[in-house]
Each structure stands twice: as C-alpha cells, then as structure tokens.
C-alpha cells in the first residue's frame, strides 16, 4: 500500500511548478487530490481541478466546502499558491504588499481556517504550507516578499502550538531558488537573463538550483505518517543556501 492511499488532499498552487509536483506525487502514491489553481487548466491527470483565488475568503470557504463534499473530508491540506515581489521597502506600493500579502498569508490563513473545523472534529489532520528561506533570511528587492513568507512560517508554527493535542500537525517547507516556471518567468525577465540565471546558481552551495520534486519530496514526507512526531518545523530545502 502507498502513503496515501485513501488520503484526501487539498493542494493550491497546483497547475505549476511546486504545487503540480506535489499533486502528481500525492496521486502517484494513491492519494485522492482536488487541485486548485487561479487556472486549473493544467492540473496533473487524475486530480479534481478547480478554479480559485486564494486571495478570495468566499472563493477559498467554497473550495473547502467543495473538497469535503466531493472527498468527504480532507486529511492534507497543502497552501501552496504564492506570489513574489521584486522591489524594495522603498519601492514597494501599497497596492504591490497588500496583494503579495493577500495570496501569500491570508491565502494559507484562509486555507487552515476553513479546513481546521473538519480536522478538529474528526481528530486528525496535517497541514503543510509552502514558505520560503525568504522568510528566514533577507534578500535584496523582495521585500513584502519575504515578510508575507515571514508570516507563514509564524502562522505555522502558532498552529502547531494551538492544535497539537488535537490530532493535528502543522508544518511548511522553505524552498531556496527552485526551477519552476516562476524563476523561468524572472530569468526571462532579467536585463541579461544568462547572467542572472548564472548569478542564482552562483550562490548555491550545491552549484545549481533545486528541481520543483525535490521541494514536493520534502512536502510528501511532512504530510506522511513517517512525520508523525514533526510539527511546528520549517522543513529547509535550499541545497545550502542559507547555511552559510
Ligand atoms: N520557485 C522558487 O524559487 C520558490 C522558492 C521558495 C518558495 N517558493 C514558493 O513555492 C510556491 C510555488 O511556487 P512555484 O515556484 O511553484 O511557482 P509557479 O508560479 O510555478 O506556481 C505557482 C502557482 O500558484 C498559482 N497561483 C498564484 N496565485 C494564486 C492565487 N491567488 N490563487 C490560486 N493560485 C494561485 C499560479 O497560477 C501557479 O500555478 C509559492 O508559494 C512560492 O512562494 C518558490
């Protein structure tokens, strides 16, 4: 039998990059998905694609509704969808933080608040939440950023203190610089995008960046029953990055 077999599971974020190799894996190890996206469209084979903003408290109540009707429950719950920012303090706009805030922090706020009363009455749940080493450490031109991740591994670990003796486990991994089509986008972007793609592997320790499976890997075994005593922990999944 798989780790999942007969889990159900709700992963945002799903038709890209970290979220989707998640969503594959879950079903490839017989986990029952419901995958939502701002564009389902691209879910993996086999998961119950749907279209929500995490952003959206209506959208987002509806989506957990939905899943536990559809799975009549749900045992995982991965708040994966996520936005970047590119500026500084300074340059930031108000408009840039609150949006950058609404789909990072509120979206996995909304998620753990919906999804927790089923957990709570049935006695047992893990969450898993996609943070960053952005929110551990500082990087240049990031800031609403790293302080809307800064918050996810906050709520996460206020989560984990409140449900612990309720049969629920609360986590997040923090990804370094990953491969997924959000670093393409910001490399396609870039002045000289060799160059910068050159510069982010240049400060690896490991000499390269991290594959999307290898983020979801670390997500797999936070939300499997071998990480029955974890909770509270930012699982740090970054090749070296911020060991230094
Ligand atoms: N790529 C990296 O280097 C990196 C590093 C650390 C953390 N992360 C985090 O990993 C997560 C996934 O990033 P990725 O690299 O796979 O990016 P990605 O852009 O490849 O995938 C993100 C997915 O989230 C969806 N999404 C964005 N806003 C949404 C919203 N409001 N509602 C619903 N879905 C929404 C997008 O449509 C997309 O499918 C994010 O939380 C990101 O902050 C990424």
Same mark, same amino acid.
Not at 1 to 4: A, E, G, I, T
Not at 185 to 198: Q, T
Not at 215 to 244: E, I, K, W
């Given at each position: 039998?798989?780790?999942?077999t007969g889990r159900r ?67 995982? +719950?991965?708040?994966?969808? !996520? /936005?970047?920012?590119? %500026?500084?303090? $300074?340059?930031?706009? =108000?408009?840039?933080? @609150? &949006? ?19 957990? +709570?009455?049935?006695?047992? !749940? /893990?969450?898993?939440? %996609?943070?960053? $080493?952005?929110?551990? =450490?500082?990087?240049? @031109? &990031? ?35 990953v491969d997924s089509p959000?670093?393409? &986008? ?59």
């Open positions: 039998m798989s780790r999942f599971i709700v992963v945002t974020g799903a038709a890209s990059g970290i979220g989707h190799a998640m969503t594959r894996m879950f079903l490839e190890e017989g986990g029952t998905v419901v995958a939502a996206d701002l564009d389902p469209a691209t879910v993996p084979d086999g998961a119950l694609g749907r279209a929500v903003d995490v952003a959206d408290p209506h959208r987002m109540a509806e989506l957990i509704t939905h899943a536990e009707s559809a799975m009549g429950g749900i045992d995982i +719950l991965c708040n994966n969808a !996520g /936005v970047g920012s590119t %500026t500084s303090v $300074v340059d930031a706009t =108000v408009e840039e933080w @609150d &949006r950058v805030f609404a789909v990072n922090a509120r979206g996995t706020f909304l998620g753990m608040k919906y999804a927790l009363p089923g957990m +709570l009455e049935r006695g047992s !749940g /893990v969450i898993v939440n %996609t943070a960053s $080493v952005a929110g551990m =450490v500082g990087f240049r @031109d &990031r800031a609403s950023y790293c302080a809307s991740k800064g918050a996810v591994i906050a709520l996460t670990k206020q989560a984990a203190i409140q449900y612990a003796r309720a049969g629920i486990r609360v986590n997040c991994v923090c990804p370094g610089t959000w670093v393409e &986008r910001l490399v396609d972007g870039a002045d000289d995008p060799a160059a910068y793609r050159a510069q982010l592997v240049a400060r690896q320790p490991m000499g390269r960046l991290a594959e999307s499976d290898e983020v979801a890997r670390a997500v797999l075994f936070l939300a499997s029953d071998d990480a029955a005593f974890v909770t509270g922990s930012g699982v740090v999944v970054d090749g070296g990055l911020v060991a230094g």
